[in-house]
């Protein structure tokens, strides 16, 4: 039977050893600091002298620390990268695809089998059946321990051979949240200066929310195809678009309200309209961000 190894006990590797342990796998766990460790071994974990100890006694090590710099000292010390040899390191600690690679190139020069994670989960929905998370690197470390993994979450996906592949999917997907979290910020402080409940608001929302995705997935399709001329099948354009944006900088003064989020979208759609998109499809924003084009307008 596989056995494991979580290093760090944090708020997520304590979930993902709690995950291990609930399917009786044996499961060894290191942390910074010793007294996170012990609700774990309540749980049936066990502990070691040192990293280097745990990283031995097992086939499969779970890293889960705050940022890949704290993970690569742990790693790289001498004594547990000589343990290291010959197992598999499974990245689940945050990072960038070009940190991702970087690992994947360290771990592939000593024969250690590297996997590097993305969750797309908060730590109450790890073991859940439809929990995803996306795994980058090698695909036969990724076959041979889909079971242990599997433990996560149901929805354990294999993204590429390329390491830094699951952190790009992570920063995308999360871009796309922090989108939707920081415009709902923005929108609740708008309903609440116009003295509108909050359920209400959140009614709503959640009854417009389809032609939102549609415009998404829309989106999605115009960008991947370069549909981005304003054309029959047009949701809206960017004119039309702005006709109904402009009023968020107007109401936000008139309340007093932040303008770093609006001014932000703003000035990108200025910058279209300057260079003569107004009739374009809101897929022509792309040129934009993806060519710096504000930047290169102002
Ligand atoms: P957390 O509760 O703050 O735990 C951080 C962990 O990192 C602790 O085990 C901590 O050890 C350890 N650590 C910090 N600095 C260290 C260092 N210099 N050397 C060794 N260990 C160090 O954070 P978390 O929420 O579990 O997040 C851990 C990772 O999971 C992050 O990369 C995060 O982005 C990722 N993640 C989190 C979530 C989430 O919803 N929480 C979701 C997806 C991904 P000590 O106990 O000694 O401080």
Redesign the pocket.
Known sequence: MTKTCVV???????ALARALLAEGIETRVW???PE?VAPLVAAGAHTAESLAEAVAASDVVIV????Y??AD??LRMPAVERALAGKVVVQ????SPRQAREAGRWAAERGIAYLDGA?M???NFIGGAETTILYSGMRQAFERHRDVLRVFGGNGVFVGEDAGHASALDTGLLTQMWGKLFGTLQALAVVRAEGIGLEAYARYMRDFQPVVDAATDDLIARVGEGRWRGDAATLATIEAHYSAFHHLLAVGDEHGLDRVLPAALDGLFKAALAAGHAADDFAALMRFIERGGVRHAA
Not at 64 to 67: C, G, K
């Open positions: 760090g006990a944090g708020r997520m590797g304590s942390n910074r600091s996170k889960n620390v705050i940022d710099a704290a000292a742990l689940l600690t945050s990072g969750i989960a908060t730590p």
